[in-house]
């Protein structure tokens, strides 16, 4: 069996048992901030554990996308030791909500292992948790695995929880012994990992662990179970590593063929000795180019900084094998083929990953050779240990993530100052960007139920007030509390489109509403008491909940514009955009977009005439609700935004020309948004561009100020408005003649002077050589000076050094009859010189220059620089 021949049986299986086939969630988790990454099938069903939703079934399966790679579950360090360990990798689960328990769980697990699978049960083995004598009598007495092939284990093995918090509970796991050819052996404590391997867990979730560390019973039992794809389908490939499989194999290969080394046999490309550099690459990209197509950023915290390392620890293992620039981003689209058929996510976002992924690339492969010299430096330097500041400096300077460099160390018997690093570390990121701040999940113990039954419709769609109750509430201080409603027409927060905000009258009591999220017990009101006298008898009256209609105008009128901004973008700049995220405010829009360069200023006119234009058509803006997700896409064209969750049935936004699925609100017209002012367009992570504007209100606004602005500069400039312009390039003209005159000037001193240079000149093997230490107010000085002893010498080679805004500024020219007649090259030797200043340089063969960061140095790279000329001619 292939792994999608695995995958569709294991499906299969489950749905003939009445289990509802469940589709995969996005590997970047969907409203919960205790997740880097959705590390398990059971994460779309965390509310469900707790009993904070309910859904139309009992039994569920899915095959589930899972990256594990920050947090409790972290095998990043692992990939490549053991040829089991991913950090991306395919969850096969079946679940009961309360419904089917321990005995059906574990009967179906195996029957599916031999049945299915066809795995011989001599070779199968199984853990219990100790305290579990129900599954040990199920194993034992019911299924009748030998007593020898079961274990006990306590709680660091055989219990389950997602994180820190949260649903948990004990489980029995199935193992598969991989080396059945060295017969027998005794299955204890300590059992050797390397031929004992788990396939899948069955964990009996009944317990929620709290913040402080306590269990409660959850309201229902239920079953999770998980099984790895890729470790099943390495035992049916008859083999001990999971790289090894079809899974992995068109990674290696492409990578090989990259090199120009294609792959002619597999058992020897599994034996050579840079195997688990390509087992490492093949893991980290399908790892990066999922996260990506499911919505993630590479960026310095979080979630970002962890794929930005995983990248960079690929990038360093493919420089290993012999690539000199780029080549990841190649890689990614055979995982975008080899996949797309499964996860159609892919095929929608691959090639806005690709380019990411080779954006990202370029960055680090300019900094990654001068790294690796800085590390071969500090290692040098270093006796058992590298410093924590040359740590730092690496990963701050120039992207080198601690774990790489440990790597690095490791490979030379080196360690590395971890608390040394880490706490300077934590400075710069508090210099830089200040404190981290995540919002709690809100919880369910410390809610007050003020009436039983659902709650949370939303009506808001269609109205803006309405007559409620309050269902549930909780006090957060004297004055502010969160409310839950029975119905509420404000909208929370989602899809880029902030809360409502409006006010609640209960009786005598009136609360302003200044926020609305989505949480798992419900849509939360932030509400501040602002008159009345505050019981729980109180809330129990009639409610009137009243959405701040003017804002939600404004919010409306923005969000059917970044509808129309979308549509022009992939118009008229490139049909390979897409959304990588919003906000829609009531002040603003912002619209970030997949793009590898900034707009020309005539696309960006051209994209803000074009939306104008749509508005100025009065179109129609179509609604509609409950559409099944397949038809909406591919009969109706609809697209879909990356990371965004959606269920079976979705809700359509149909303008001529665009048509998307969002649950937004918008106008029934566009000529409702008045006008539409692009305000800014710039960059926010590699491949990723943003555009602020503001529409209606707004819009008008901004002419006002622009108008404004106008006539003030008019007024400096002592010009009538409708001469501004005439005025203006009158004033550049003038300009430019002054900084031509400059220009001469500033050469002809440099002339003088350089004739004072040339009497400290020496001459090595014909050339004439100059390296001179001089002061310059800028970089086009001390160009002046290159220019000026470059007239004077026919063969000649000069390095001038100076201190330019408390950085080192090095140029070197060689004389066009020098690099001729020698062919030395000026950016050869200012490189040689370039590390006394913490630089690099680069340029012609006949002009270079360098900058760097320790201008102190710069005596010594002139006083160095004529016998790294000697070495040269040499």
Same mark, same amino acid.
């Not at 052996?185 to 050797?192: C, Q, R």
């Not at 990953?353 to 010299?373: C, H, K, Q, T, V």
């Not at 460099?405 to 508090?430: R, S």
């Not at 009243?546 to 404004?554: P, T």
């Given at each position: ?12 299986? $489950? ?55 920050? +947090? ?20 096969? +689960? ?42 040990? =009598? ?6 009748? /695995?030998?007593?020898?092939? #079961? ?15 949260? @649903? ?15 017969? @027998?052996?005794? $299955? ?139 080549? &990841? ?192 017990? +419900? ?20 409610? &009137? =909940? ?18 129309? %901004? ?100 918008? /106008? ?15 960059? /926010? ?5 943003? #555009? ?8 008008? %606004? ?25 005025? =203006? ?74 201190? &330019?805004? +408390? ?68």
């Amino acid at each position: 069996m292939n792994s999608d021949q695995i995958r569709q049986a294991y499906l299969d299986y $489950f749905k003939k048992r009445e289990h509802e086939v469940i589709e995969s969630s996005p590997v970047v988790p969907q409203g919960d901030p205790t997740l880097l990454f959705t590390n398990a099938g059971m994460n779309q069903f965390k509310d469900l554990l707790l009993g904070n939703e309910v859904r139309d079934y009992k039994r569920a399966a899915s095959v589930q996308k899972c990256i594990r790679a920050g +947090g409790k579950h972290n095998d990043l360090d692992e990939v490549g030791k053991d040829g089991r360990h991913l950090t991306f990798f395919e969850m096969l +689960g079946n679940w009961s909500f309360g419904d089917y328990y321990k005995k059906a769980s574990i009967e179906w697990a195996w029957d599916f292992c031999l049945n299915v699978l066809e795995l011989d049960p001599a070779r199968l083995y199984v853990t219990v948790h100790n305290d579990d004598d129900e599954s040990l =009598a199920i194993w034992r007495d019911e299924i009748k /695995v030998d007593p020898t092939h #079961i274990l006990k284990l306590g709680d660091k093995d055989n219990f389950w929880a997602m994180g820190p918090t949260g @649903p948990c509970g004990p489980c029995t796991e199935i193992h598969i012994d991989l080396q059945p050819e060295k017969g @027998p052996f005794e $299955f204890l404590d300590g059992y050797d990992p390397d031929r004992i391997v788990e396939i899948w867990n069955l964990v009996f979730m009944e317990s929620n662990r709290l913040e402080d560390e306590s269990l409660e019973p959850l309201p229902m039992k239920s079953v999770d179970t998980g099984m790895g794809l890729d470790r099943v389908a390495m035992v049916k490939a008859n083999t001990n590593n999971v790289f090894h499989t079809d899974l992995f194999k068109p990674l290696m290969a492409k990578a090989a063929e990259l090199l120009g080394t294609p792959v002619i046999d597999w058992q020897e490309f599994f034996v050579s000795e840079k195997f688990t550099n390509f087992s490492v690459i093949a893991d980290h990209i399908r790892t990066v180019t999922f996260a990506l197509c499911d919505g993630a950023k590479f960026s310095n915290d979080g979630r970002g900084y962890v794929l930005r390392r995983i990248l960079r620890r690929a990038v360093r293992y493919g420089r290993e094998l012999g690539f000199e620039g780029p080549f &990841l981003h190649q890689i990614a689209a055979v995982v975008v083929e080899n996949y797309g058929h499964v996860y159609p996510e892919l095929k929608t976002g691959g090639s806005r990953a690709s380019e990411m992924i080779r954006l990202e690339e370029e960055r680090f492969f300019r900094n990654i050779d001068r790294g690796i010299e800085l590390f071969e430096q500090a290692a040098a330097e270093s006796k058992d240990v590298i410093s924590g500041a040359r740590v730092f400096e690496l990963h701050a300077t120039y992207g080198f993530p601690p774990d790489l460099t440990e790597i690095m160390a490791e490979e030379k018997g080196l360690g590395i100052d971890k608390t040394e690093y880490e706490a300077l570390w934590v400075q710069h990121q508090n210099a830089s960007r200040g404190k981290d701040l995540y919002a709690d999940a809100a919880g369910v113990g410390d809610w007050i139920t003020v009436h039983e039954g659902p709650s949370s419709t939303f009506v808001g769609y269609t109205d803006l007030e309405a007559k409620t109750r309050v269902m549930k509430f909780r006090r957060i201080d004297e004055e502010r509390f969160e409310l839950v409603l029975e119905k509420t027409p404000f909208y929370a927060e989602s899809g880029g489109q902030v809360g409502d905000k409006g006010e609640i009258q209960v009786g005598n009591l009136h609360f302003s509403v200044s926020d609305t999220q989505k949480a798992p017990i +419900g849509i939360l009101h932030s509400a501040t008491l602002e008159d009345g006298v505050f019981t729980v008898d109180s809330l129990k009256g009639e409610v &009137l =909940a009243k959405v701040n209609a003017h804002e939600r105008s404004l919010i409306m009128a923005n969000h059917t514009a970044t509808h129309l %901004l979308h549509a022009a973008l992939r118009g008229l700049v490139s049909d390979a955009i897409f959304q990588a995220g919003s906000m829609v405010a009531p002040e603003k829009l912002r619209f970030d977009f997949s793009h590898p360069e900034p707009l020309t200023a005539s696309q960006v006119k051209a994209v803000e005439d074009a939306v104008n234009a749509e508005i100025a058509k009065a179109l129609p803006v179509t609604i509609f609700e409950n559409v099944d997700r397949e038809r909406a896409i591919s009969e109706m064209g609809a697209m879909a935004i990356f990371g965004e969750k959606y269920g079976d049935n979705v809700r359509v936004v149909s303008i001529p020309g665009s048509v998307e699925l969002c649950g937004g609100t918008h /106008v029934s017209n566009t000529s409702e948004i008045r006008l539409f002012r692009l305000a800014s367009e710039s960059g /926010v992570a590699a491949g990723i561009r943003r #555009i602020e504007a503001v529409t209606s209100q707004g819009a008008l %606004l901004a002419v006002a100020d622009d108008r404004n602005k106008i006539k003030s500069v008019a007024n400096v400039l002592k010009a009538d408005v409708h001469n501004l312009v005439e005025r =203006a390039q009158n004033l550049v003209a003038e300009k430019s003649e002054l900084e031509k005159l400059v220009e001469k000037l500033q050469q002809k001193l440099a002339s003088q002077e350089s004739a004072d240079l040339l009497k400290d000149a020496v001459e090595i093997d014909g050339i004439t050589v100059i390296s001179k230490a001089i002061q310059v107010e800028n970089r086009d000085q001390l160009l002046a000076f290159a220019d000026a002893l470059r007239s004077k010498l026919k063969l000649g080679i000069v390095l001038l050094g100076t201190e &330019l805004e +408390g950085k080192a500024a090095l140029i070197c020219l060689v004389t066009d009859e020098a690099f001729k007649s020698k062919k030395v090259k000026a950016g050869d030797l200012i490189n040689a010189v370039a590390p006394f200043v913490d630089g690099r340089g680069g340029g012609r063969p006949t002009l270079a220059q360098a900058g760097g960061s320790k201008p102190e140095g710069i005596p010594t790279a002139i006083a160095e620089f004529e016998s790294k000329v000697r070495e040269l001619l040499s």
